[in-house]
């Protein structure tokens, strides 16, 4: 049961009102302090590095994420951090296999696809079947069961945002599946035309049959398209031998910097140390753990020690379950109101802007005067929104959430592909983002006043 969290009026006003007039000039010197570390680090940089061309992609359940995992224990303990430890999940395990499309009519073309994840195989040797093309749900519903049973439907939405079309992806299978389609064919979620699928978990509803689905390139997408817009028959061939083996052992990474004064209330940061079982996971996500172990490498490096605990967490199994966030709640468990904040860094290491924020309005006035010591790097931008899938099970509780955000100028066209990998992160922007990062993490952390959620809740102890 959830009760407001409240403090005496006066005591609240001024807290916020004292610390929001001097938490710039107050933190200055050690921000500096952080971010001249930051710009002069190689370290981190160095540990993206072996994680990518050393451990490379990382799917749940495969090997080397479990590689990747252990490298990440024997790192934060490297780092000088406190209460390493692994915090037991189990997760799915998808397995690819073997996988291929092609067009057989009106002209024979391999097409450039991948899987989609959680997808289910094809019939031994596969599918041959018409194509149908709609550009959304409404022309797959106006096209009816009988223009729909037997054949593929290629769902070409354009690209708009990746919130908008990543649905078709998402639902489009067991949308498709409904009306009697035989598979699904998606056009990549992304704003890039270079002859690159995108993959991603798809979400099968259980009032559906299961059928396959895979991506396809954007150009691969257009073609089709076209030709069945003009009245041409195309048909493809599509072989896909991707199943699920049982779930398995697997484990969130967490350490931390203990509090001074008060050890027990937690700030944590962190991103996701899972991902696609293409290109190395550079971006999505590895970058961004690596800014973190680093960020919190840096404090300690340089003697910082912050009132309350700073604590990296690696999670698992973001891309295709979530179980990570929420394994890392239970091990919150009722001490949930000593996370005073939560920070996840998921969308790629480009250059930082600021942070995003799920939190009321005298916080958000709190975060832009932290904000201002970011100067130096650009990143003073505070908007509203933020959080991340990982984090989401402690901010459904009252956890103040923040999202690190950088430009986005090219994250979803390397998202999900084969081309995610660590030539697309510049030294220069990841020691920008590791800056940012730490000192954030650290005003949070050090600050006498605490942040409180947007709807002022927390759940009680």
């Keep these: 049961m959830a009760r407001r969290f409240l403090l005496p009026s006066a005591i609240f006003f001024f807290c916020f009102t004292a610390s929001a007039q001097d938490l710039a000039e107050q933190y200055q010197p050690t921000a500096d302090k952080l971010i001249d570390a930051a710009l002069a680090d190689n370290d981190g940089y160095n540990r993206l590095a072996y994680l990518c061309y050393r451990i490379g992609n990382r799917l749940s359940g495969s090997a080397a994420l479990d590689r990747a995992i252990a490298w990440s224990v024997e790192q934060m303990k490297a780092a000088g951090l406190s209460n390493v430890r692994t915090i037991p999940v189990k997760v799915p395990h998808w397995v690819r296999g073997s996988e291929s499309a092609r067009m057989v009519e009106p002209l024979d073309k391999p097409l450039h696809m991948l899987g989609l994840g959680m997808s289910v195989a094809t019939p031994p040797g596969g599918i041959t079947a018409p194509v149908v093309a709609v550009s959304d749900f409404d022309e797959l519903q106006q096209l009816g069961r009988d223009n729909v049973k037997g054949k593929i439907?290629?769902?070409?939405?354009?690209?708009?945002?990746?919130?908008?079309?990543?649905?078709?992806?998402?639902?489009?299978?067991?949308?498709?599946?409904?009306?009697?389609?035989?598979?699904?064919?998606?056009?990549?979620?992304?704003?890039?035309?270079?002859q690159i699928p995108?993959?991603?978990?798809?979400?099968?509803?259980?009032?559906?049959?299961?059928?396959?689905?895979?991506?396809v390139s954007p150009e691969d997408a257009i073609m089709i398209a076209r030709l069945c817009a003009g009245g041409v028959p195309v048909r493809v061939h599509l072989e896909m031998s991707a199943h699920m083996e049982p779930d398995a052992d697997s484990a969130n990474v967490i350490g931390e910097?203990?509090?001074?004064?008060?050890?027990?209330?937690?700030?944590?940061?962190?991103?996701?140390?899972?991902?696609?079982?293409?290109?190395?996971?550079?971006?999505?996500?590895?970058?961004?753990?690596?800014?973190?172990?680093?960020?919190?490498?840096?404090?300690?490096?340089?003697?910082?020690?912050?009132?309350?605990?700073i604590r990296v967490a690696f999670w698992v199994n973001e891309e295709n379950g979530g179980r990570g966030g929420e394994a890392y709640r239970d091990f919150v468990g009722d001490r949930i109101n000593d996370q005073v904040a939560a920070i996840e860094m998921d969308g790629g290491a480009e250059t930082p802007v600021g942070f995003g924020a799920v939190v009321d309005q005298p916080s958000l006035d709190l975060l832009r005067q932290a904000a201002r010591l970011l100067e130096r790097i650009g990143a003073t931008e505070i908007t509203t929104g933020g959080g991340g899938e990982d984090i989401a099970p402690l901010m459904r509780d009252g956890v103040p959430g923040l999202a690190e955000r950088t430009t986005g100028a090219h994250y979803f066209d390397w998202h999900h592909t084969e081309a995610d990998t660590l030539d697309k992160i510049t030294l220069d922007d990841f020691r920008k983002n590791t800056a940012a990062l730490a000192v954030m993490s650290y005003v949070l952390a050090d600050m006498p006043g605490r942040l409180t959620p947007a709807d002022g809740v927390r759940r009680t102890r």
Excluded: F
Excluded at 163 to 176: E, I
Excluded at 199 to 210: K, M, S, V, W
């Design 153 to 194: 439907v290629l769902y070409n939405e354009v690209y708009h945002g990746y919130g908008p079309t990543v649905v078709y992806r998402r639902a489009g299978p067991s949308r498709a599946a409904a009306l009697g389609a035989v598979a699904v064919l998606v056009r990549s979620v992304t704003p890039l035309a270079m």
């Design 257 to 309: 910097i203990p509090g001074r004064e008060h050890p027990e209330e937690v700030v944590v940061i962190g991103g996701h140390i899972d991902s696609w079982d293409v290109g190395q996971g550079a971006q999505d996500d590895g970058g961004s753990i690596m800014a973190c172990l680093q960020a919190v490498a840096l404090m300690k490096k340089l003697g910082l020690e912050p009132r309350r605990t």
């Design 198 to 215: 995108h993959t991603g978990e798809l979400d099968y509803q259980d009032d559906a049959p299961r059928i396959p689905a895979a991506a």
